[in-house]
């Protein structure tokens, strides 16, 4: 049977071309995303086996999640307490502090491609430094530093020269003395590092005394288990105390959550090809079965069983699976290697190991190629084998299909189910209301599915309408609606695409329209924003260089930094005086503003409903100095610039926030031109190129920037899954072109010429393609406007369906039909009439 099904894929390789597609688009991306991780992962063991101190001793923050304004650090003496416990060989003192940047020559911040810039404090001991000198000397006081090779060789950097960096706490300039090795571990390994003498870098990197870590080495022949013990016992539950193999393995981890967002698209690619693809794979063995049937019915004549027919097609899936996972699982070590190669091209040397294809990725390639096609085959397969040998002294053979009742009762239930969810879920409010959104969307697209045979009938007739009534518009319209399975399933590939994409269209476009419009009630009478690059803080240099610009009449500061109550994290929210009476425009629901000066905390509405908080009422903060008792002074209504726990700045420096700013609100004096105020306050900051200076009007746009990107990597996915769907109708197409080579004979016979049969299969791809858009663009904005009203109170107040891209989505359907229909059609018309009446 296995030699059957192969021979027979071979005859008819051009019939399973496009499965073959399908499933090296799919298992491309899975592989490729194994191979890039598994790559990784051995180039970081490598570097972490060899850099990591025999133990290293960091604080342990109060938070279980969130990431603070500033690091935790450990006071200056737990060195020279971990150095008197037996088995130490000596201790080192380290500073490591993300959201550093370096400034090119010509002033800009340098690319760093999504990578963070740390700045170090130069290490004491070789045996524990997490990077090494490779030309030059250490550096001295705080005007020389070193910088890693890889940026300096990119940015055209000499010794000697004079480099201008930008901390959390000022901006410097210093001469650079050395050129050291990237960070050879943890999540700097890679980046790009400068680093100053232990001392200039406590006080430009922090601005106090204090280290992020130390680094232990052992005396020869002691147990590091046993050291790090005693380091515990000695200094108490504010460390955690770990050994190299322990760093190793958190590092492995932290690196991989910093490239895991590339792993997770190419997967979110894979997943989605494979899904897609899957009614690809379906629809064309439901038609080779078709169009074979006598075949399969001579196999039956000639002796063989049911069971046999049946293993037959399983083994041509088995075939196809084969190929295309072959194809894909090179198509992905093609793919990994080529993002290797681009990061080593950008020099930022990122660990480096030969492609590394392991076993699971083989096998999971194999599996999920051949599982998936065989899966998608086996209806197909089973009906084959029912068939009886007698169908093959017919002239006509059909392939038996099943009723269509079980379908459409499990069809309906799936739909009861889904408005059930919907209403429970438009009761509700906040995340868990938006993930029963969610599960109804996705039972309704399964409900469709079952569904759409019935539907497609009469969906089609209405779509096609416009269209008139000419010979190959009715033509093509009953061709459609000839096999409403096959129709429904090359539609439903586009269906559910589009359901997924116009979904998330819709609610990215209520993002925008609900930041515009809480922009515009929030800020008052701030005509001037400054922010970091990337919502990053920043020095607060930078405010107090703004109020001695001519023109400004105020600068308002908010500082933020991570919180927790209970399980639920929570950012915390510092303001400067008269911040709330004019520059930040807030609505009191209940209780007093003024109580933040007798050190309360105000709540937007939505957040106090989460905590179940109300005016007066008490709670626990922790953020990184630890656990704070707070109580409720007032309820503001949601505002999009205070979605926090609110308090003034002295209250906010008692809780443990950083001296370090979020935004600052300017306001012009009265009198002046805003133009001529902006070019002083650009000037005035020039030695820090992230911090943005933006109208209101500049501001909303740059606050949708991420709301963008989303779109950028939704428009990806639409791209991708038309790409998919296309493949879908012009297998459908090209294969009912064989199947009706006859009837396609006789149309010409009887006087249709090649331009109507050509715009006749152009109406047939053109009614699946809108079919399965309209459908899918339906539910997706459904489910998008629900989304929208369960999370009015959380960032979504403004409901905004994005029509003319909606309807845009369908023009570009239906060219995809139009598309799709080219080469079928092509084909079609060149057929030879008489060998095409003759064809059985």
Not at 23 to 52: P, Q, R, Y
């Amino acid at each position: 049977m296995l030699k059957l099904g192969f021979r027979s894929v071979l005859a008819h390789r051009l019939r399973f071309v496009l499965c073959t597609v399908a499933v090296l688009l799919g298992i491309g991306f899975v592989s490729g995303a194994m191979v890039f991780s598994d790559t990784l992962s051995a180039a970081l063991k490598k570097n972490f086996a060899a850099a990591t101190a025999d133990i290293t001793v960091t604080p342990v923050s109060p938070l279980s999640t969130g990431t603070p304004n500033r690091p935790p650090t450990l006071p200056n003496d737990v060195a020279d307490r971990i150095a008197a416990v037996p088995g130490v060989a000596a201790t080192d003192g380290q500073l490591l502090v993300p959201d550093i940047e370096i400034l090119a020559k010509d002033g800009r911040p340098i690319d760093t491609y999504s990578l963070a810039t740390f700045g170090a404090s130069w290490p004491h001991d070789d045996r524990t430094a997490p990077f090494k000198l490779v030309a030059g000397s250490a550096p001295w006081g705080i005007e020389q530093l070193t910088l890693d090779r890889n940026t300096a060789d990119r940015e055209g950097y000499e010794l000697g020269q004079k480099v201008k960096v930008v901390t959390p706490v000022r901006a410097v300039t210093a001469t650079i003395s050395g050129f050291t090795t990237p960070g050879l571990s943890g999540t700097s390994a890679g980046a790009p590092l400068v680093s100053f003498d232990g001392a200039s870098a406590q006080l430009l990197l922090l601005g106090e005394p204090g280290w992020t870590s130390i680094a232990v080495a052992l005396q020869p022949g002691h147990n590091p288990d046993a050291v790090s013990r005693a380091i515990r016992t000695a200094i108490g539950d504010t460390v955690q105390v770990r050994t190299a193999a322990q760093v190793s393995a958190d590092g492995e981890s932290a690196l991989d959550d910093t490239f895991g967002g590339l792993t997770a698209a190419l997967l979110l690619f894979a997943g989605l090809a494979l899904f897609v693809g899957t009614f690809l794979i379906v629809n064309t063995f439901a038609m080779v079965v078709a169009q074979r049937s006598r075949e399969l019915a001579l196999l039956r004549a000639v002796g063989a069983s049911g069971g046999q027919v049946t293993r037959t097609v399983l083994a041509e899936a088995l075939v196809i699976g084969v190929i295309g996972s072959t194809l894909g699982l090179l198509l992905g070590i093609g793919v990994a290697a080529l993002i290797q190669y681009l990061y080593q091209r950008l020099d930022l040397a990122i660990p480096s190991a030969a492609l590394q294809v392991s076993a699971a990725t083989i096998i999971a390639s194999y599996v999920l190629g051949v599982g998936i096609t065989a899966a998608a085959a086996y209806p197909a397969a089973r009906r084959a084998g029912k068939l009886p040998p007698v169908v093959a002294l017919r002239a006509d053979t059909t392939v038996p299909e099943r009723s269509l009742l079980v379908r459409i009762l499990l069809g309906g239930f799936l739909l009861l189910m889904a408005v059930m969810i919907f209403l429970i879920a438009l009761t509700a409010t906040g995340l868990p209301a938006a993930i029963l959104v969610g599960l109804a969307t996705a039972l309704i697209l399964l409900g469709l599915v079952m569904t759409l045979p019935v539907l497609s009938r009469y969906a089609v007739r209405a779509l096609m309408a416009p269209l008139g009534r000419r010979a190959p518009v009715v033509l093509g319209r009953r061709n459609a609606e000839r096999n409403p399975r096959r129709t429904a399933a090359t539609a439903s590939a586009l269906m559910i695409s589009l359901a997924l994409v116009s979904g998330l269209v819709t609610i990215a476009a209520s993002a925008k329209a609900s930041v515009d419009r809480g922009i515009a009630d929030a800020i008052g009478t701030s005509e001037l924003v400054v922010t970091g690059d990337g919502g990053r803080p920043f020095s607060t240099a930078v405010g107090d260089q703004l109020a001695e610009v001519p023109g400004i009449s105020a600068v308002h500061r908010v500082r933020q930094s991570a919180g927790e109550v209970g399980d639920r994290q929570v950012t915390l929210a510092g303001l400067s005086d008269r911040t709330l009476d004019g520059p930040i425009t807030v609505k009191v629901a209940s209780g007093e503003l003024s109580s933040l000066d007798r050190g309360q905390v105000a709540l937007p509405r939505n957040l106090a409903n989460q905590l179940e908080l109300s005016v007066g009422e008490t709670f626990d903060l922790t953020t990184t100095t630890g656990k704070h008792r707070l109580t409720v002074g007032a309820i503001i209504e949601p505002n999009q610039q205070l979605d926090a726990v609110v308090t003034d700045l002295p209250r906010f420096t008692e809780l443990g926030g950083g001296q370090i700013d979020a935004t600052l609100y300017l306001e012009v004096a009265d009198g002046t031109d805003l133009a001529t105020v902006r070019q002083a306050v650009l000037g005035a900051i020039q030695d820090y190129p992230s911090v943005a200076v933006r109208d209101q009007h500049a501001y909303a746009a740059a606050e949708r920037g991420p709301i963008n990107g989303v779109l950028g990597v939704v428009g990806a996915l639409l791209g991708f899954a038309v790409l998919i769907a296309l493949l879908g109708i012009v297998n459908t197409l090209a294969l009912g072109v064989v199947e009706r080579t006859r009837e396609i004979g006789l149309l010409r016979a009887i006087g249709m010429d090649r331009p109507q049969l050509r715009r006749m299969l152009r109406v047939e791809a053109v009614a699946i393609a809108v079919f399965g858009a309209v459908l899918g663009l339906l539910v997706g904005v459904l489910a998008g406007v629900a989304v929208q009203h369960v999370m009015v109170d959380d960032g979504l107040s403004v409901l905004d369906v994005p029509v003319l891209q909606l309807i845009g989505a369908v023009v570009i359907a239906a060219a995809v039909g139009v598309l799709a229909a080219i080469w079928p059609s092509r084909r079609a018309a060149r057929l030879d009439v008489l060998r095409a009446i003759a064809t059985e």
